[in-house]
């Protein structure tokens, strides 16, 4: 670890929870809390534009990575104008529609340098981002899931569901979820940025296909239980339709534990609107971990984390050590 007061930072996650928390990992780069900062980010998604170029091309699903990319942009003009064009989303009634801009550019450097990684370095030096973004994976993968209830008949059996939008719409209970290919081969500079990191963040997102999945890549997993960093698991603001129905910050923090119990959790950040927090308080000393109450929700009733108050709540579990 490095002795100087700015740290090194890795941030786990996927999609638009992923998206706020770089947003605010973000603010302290800018603010030289954080000196390196990098994203691992989930690679599964077989939906919408990100599925139809996986299957076109072959590649790994653009989406997420772009979603990170964006918001790893800087608040200036070259920075706000760049992260415009890569979420930027194209109507009308072609076959472009529902494609983005930035899904096109990182599929395109993909087939021109033939490295996924290479490309995406070269997308974070064209945009300026305040940051290294990197896939959880070098290979496209699936998402399985064992579910309950989706047969009225027999409510308690479990029933396979392929697919990462085919879990996160489920009508059922998830149960637990596994990764085809079991064994994906993550991006060696992923393993560095863990084993070089002071402080990584998992979460916030959609539990069982954005943040769950990082732990079932196995050199992933064995670089999380030996790293010396702390590591900070930060709880969504609600349950999820389709992905956790009925789920409470204890659900959340339960999940995890059973899919990695091995896993040494620093602390756990919570918002202080939630409820069950109390049930929290326990689940999380018996994690040997501390439990953080914030104020890091947007504060107008929506589940979103405020990228600001995130980043001040960062801070703060950083400064305390």
């Not at 939906?47 to 072959?58: A, M, Q």
């Not at 993968?141 to 396979?160: C, S, Y």
């Not at 196995?218 to 670089?223: I, K, N, Q, S, V």
């Amino acid at each position: 670890m490095s002795d100087d007061s700015a740290q090194a930072v890795v941030a786990f996650g996927g999609g638009h929870g992923l998206h706020a928390s770089l947003s605010a990992l973000r603010l302290l780069v800018d603010d030289l809390t954080v000196d390196r900062l990098t994203a691992i980010v989930t690679v599964a998604d077989n939906g919408g534009s990100s599925g139809r170029l996986r299957r076109e091309f072959g590649v790994l699903p653009p989406g997420d990575l772009r979603m990170a990319l964006a918001a790893l942009c800087g608040s200036d003009r070259w920075g706000d104008t760049w992260a415009k064009v890569m979420q930027h989303r194209f109507a009308g009634d072609g076959e472009m529609r529902g494609h983005n801009l930035g899904n096109f550019l990182i599929v395109g450097l993909w087939e021109l340098l033939g490295d996924h990684v290479e490309a995406l370095d070269w997308v974070c030096r064209l945009l300026g981002a305040k940051g290294r973004v990197l896939p959880m994976a070098l290979v496209p993968m699936d998402i399985t899931a064992e579910v309950r209830g989706l047969d009225p008949a027999e409510p308690d059996r479990l029933t396979t569901v392929r697919g990462q939008v085919e879990v996160a719409t489920t009508d059922g209970v998830i149960d637990s979820i596994s990764l085809v290919p079991e064994n994906p081969p993550a991006a060696p500079d992923a393993l560095t940025a863990i084993t070089e990191a002071e402080w990584i963040f998992i979460g916030p997102g959609s539990w069982f296909t954005s943040v769950i999945p990082h732990l079932l890549v196995p050199a992933l997993r064995r670089a999380l239980v030996t790293t010396d960093a702390r590591i900070v698991v930060v709880l969504n603001l609600a349950e999820q339709a389709g992905e956790t129905p009925g789920f409470g910050p204890s659900d959340h923090l339960a999940v995890l534990a059973a899919h990695a119990p091995d896993l040494k959790v620093h602390a756990v950040l919570a918002d202080r609107s939630m409820e069950g927090l109390d049930e929290l308080a326990d689940t999380v000393e018996a994690y040997g971990a501390r439990l953080v109450v914030d104020d890091v929700a947007v504060g107008d009733g929506t589940p979103r984390h405020d990228p600001e108050r995130l980043a001040a709540a960062y801070a703060r579990i950083m400064g305390e050590g």
